[in-house]
């Protein structure tokens, strides 16, 4: 079944959950904070930090005025997040929101008590253990998913449909991504019945793009499926330029596409960062994270490169031409 429109789907409505705390700061007239943590770059995230401050400006803040800002990024240091969560905790925000999985699972470690909001992440929120159940998460977390292992079936499945003597892929995961282990697992349960050979090849920094592709070059795969994943959202030139080198047809979101990839599907992320600005509005309102329900993307698009297609010799068939949001000439 194509997902073709996105709808974010409102919360239902939620019994208000004062808090004291919330409240009483809000008398007193202080600011509010709002603590980001991101582990990648700031500047690499500078499109989803624009979407969240409008999102926020469409609740009527006003930034240095109602609300102020936080920013701690371990520009892509991992080991860096759990202190730069402990700093953000210790200068007492009064909600945190985390880009991407990474951030979150050390911001969880760092607190239990301050709000938590995740934009949107692919990874399972409810396997990994960081809410109850997605109609109350219950604890400090909230915020979207986006069916990441479902997202990354459907990749595979295109795949196949553009390309349909294809038997090797490459999937590209990022070890650190709490989420990549379970969806690497289920993946592999669809690859077989797509009669695809999966091989995992694993990328955690920068510095080790140039030599996991050129593994891939010599395994002799057959195209690259591409996780979601904040590493590979800051660096999709970098990742489209390596799958150039060998040639090789690549998968993976709209930022990947636009870098230069043969097919792009998934969320509208920008979107999601958006509209995660109600999360924080009702949170500073006094609502109880644990009482908002997690929202669930349902609009995919599927994106595809003309001029990539080109270069490599592929033509989309008719059917997936019409099934696509945007082609990029």
Same mark, same amino acid.
């Given at each position: 079944?194509w997902?073709?429109?996105?709808?974010i789907?409102?919360?239902?409505g939620?019994?208000?959950?004062?808090s004291?705390?919330?409240?009483?700061?809000s008398?007193?007239?202080k600011v509010?904070?709002?603590?980001i943590l991101?582990?990648?770059?700031a500047a690499?995230q500078?499109d989803?930090?624009?979407?969240?401050r409008?999102?926020l400006?469409?609740?009527?803040?006003?930034?240095?005025?109602t609300?102020?800002?936080?920013?701690?990024?371990?520009?892509?240091?991992y080991?860096?997040?759990?202190?730069l969560?402990?700093?953000?905790v210790?200068?007492?925000v009064?909600?945190?929101?985390?880009f991407?999985i990474?951030?979150?699972t050390?911001a969880?470690g760092?607190?239990g008590?301050?709000?938590?909001?995740?934009?949107?992440?692919?990874?399972?929120l409810?396997?990994?253990?960081?809410?109850?159940?997605?109609?109350? &998460?219950?604890?400090?977390?909230t915020g979207?998913t986006?069916? =990441? *292992?479902e997202?990354m079936?459907? #990749?595979l $499945?295109? @795949?196949?449909?553009?390309?349909p003597?294809?038997?090797?892929l490459?999937?590209i995961?990022?070890?650190?991504?709490?989420?990549s282990?379970?969806?690497?697992?289920?993946?592999e349960v669809?690859a077989?019945s797509l009669?695809l050979?999966?091989?995992?090849?694993?990328?955690?920094r920068?510095?080790?793009?140039d030599?996991?592709?050129a593994s891939?070059?010599?395994a002799?795969m057959d195209?690259?499926v591409?996780?979601d994943?904040t590493?590979?959202?800051?660096?999709?030139?970098a990742?489209?330029?390596?799958a150039a080198?060998?040639?090789? &047809?690549?998968?993976g979101?709209?930022?990947l596409v636009?870098? =230069? *990839?043969?097919?792009?599907?998934? #969320?509208? $992320?920008? @979107?999601?960062y958006h509209?995660?600005?109600?999360?924080?509005?009702r949170?500073?309102?006094g609502?109880?994270?644990?009482?908002l329900?997690?929202?669930?993307?349902?609009?995919f698009e599927?994106?595809l490169?003309?001029?990539?297609?080109?270069?490599l010799?592929i033509?989309?068939p008719?059917a997936?031409r019409?099934?696509?949001?945007?082609i990029?000439q």
């Amino acid at each position: 079944m194509w997902m073709r429109r996105i709808f974010i789907l409102a919360i239902p409505g939620v019994a208000l959950t004062t808090s004291p705390p919330l409240l009483s700061q809000s008398v007193q007239g202080k600011v509010p904070r709002i603590g980001i943590l991101i582990a990648e770059s700031a500047a690499g995230q500078s499109d989803r930090l624009a979407a969240l401050r409008a999102g926020l400006a469409d609740f009527g803040y006003k930034e240095g005025r109602t609300v102020a800002f936080e920013i701690r990024s371990a520009e892509g240091h991992y080991d860096r997040l759990a202190p730069l969560a402990t700093e953000l905790v210790r200068a007492k925000v009064d909600v945190l929101v985390a880009f991407g999985i990474k951030a979150l699972t050390a911001a969880k470690g760092a607190t239990g008590q301050i709000p938590l909001v995740i934009p949107a992440t692919s990874s399972d929120l409810l396997a990994l253990g960081l809410i109850r159940s997605l109609a109350r &998460p219950g604890g400090n977390v909230t915020g979207s998913t986006t069916f =990441g *292992s479902e997202v990354m079936a459907k #990749r595979l $499945e295109i @795949a196949k449909d553009v390309l349909p003597r294809i038997g090797r892929l490459a999937v590209i995961l990022n070890p650190a991504n709490a989420g990549s282990g379970p969806m690497f697992l289920k993946l592999e349960v669809i690859a077989r019945s797509l009669k695809l050979e999966l091989q995992k090849f694993e990328l955690r920094r920068l510095e080790q793009f140039d030599s996991t592709f050129a593994s891939i070059g010599k395994a002799r795969m057959d195209a690259v499926v591409v996780q979601d994943d904040t590493l590979f959202a800051v660096n999709a030139r970098a990742l489209a330029e390596q799958a150039a080198k060998i040639r090789l &047809p690549m998968i993976g979101d709209r930022n990947l596409v636009e870098a =230069g *990839s043969l097919i792009g599907y998934g #969320r509208n $992320e920008l @979107a999601l960062y958006h509209s995660s600005a109600h999360y924080v509005d009702r949170i500073l309102k006094g609502m109880s994270p644990g009482d908002l329900p997690i929202e669930q993307a349902t609009r995919f698009e599927l994106w595809l490169n003309g001029r990539t297609a080109n270069t490599l010799g592929i033509q989309f068939p008719e059917a997936i031409r019409m099934r696509a949001d945007n082609i990029i000439q």
